[in-house]
């Protein structure tokens, strides 16, 4: 998986393998969260409490901005939304 795609490769092997164990407002520690994508996808995609647990403060500016492009820009969204594609970026498949 590219870099950029790495956190939802991890988010999906997760919920595959923990997702029995999981309800909608369990908490998830997200250990050496890193810049807080994990723990950001988990809280507002699967519903799901995260707690950081790293040294350094998540910067969640990035994912941030992401979002509020694609849902500035719908028709780009739909188009990144497309697995196989080489535009193909997870979030905004995630995103309604």
């Keep these: ?15 595959e393998k923990y997702g029995d164990y999981l309800q909608p407002g369990d908490i998830v520690l997200d250990v050496a969260g890193g810049k807080g994508d994990l723990s950001w996808l988990l809280t507002n995609v699967d519903g799901f409490q995260s707690i950081i647990a790293d040294p350094f403060a998540a910067q969640q500016q990035h994912i941030l901005r992401s979002v509020a492009f694609l849902r500035a820009h719908p028709e780009e969204q739909a188009q990144r939304a497309v697995p196989g594609l080489p535009t193909y970026q997870p979030l905004a498949a995630l995103l309604p």
């Design 1 to 15: 998986a590219s870099r950029k795609n790495r956190v939802n490769v991890f988010r999906e092997f997760l919920l």
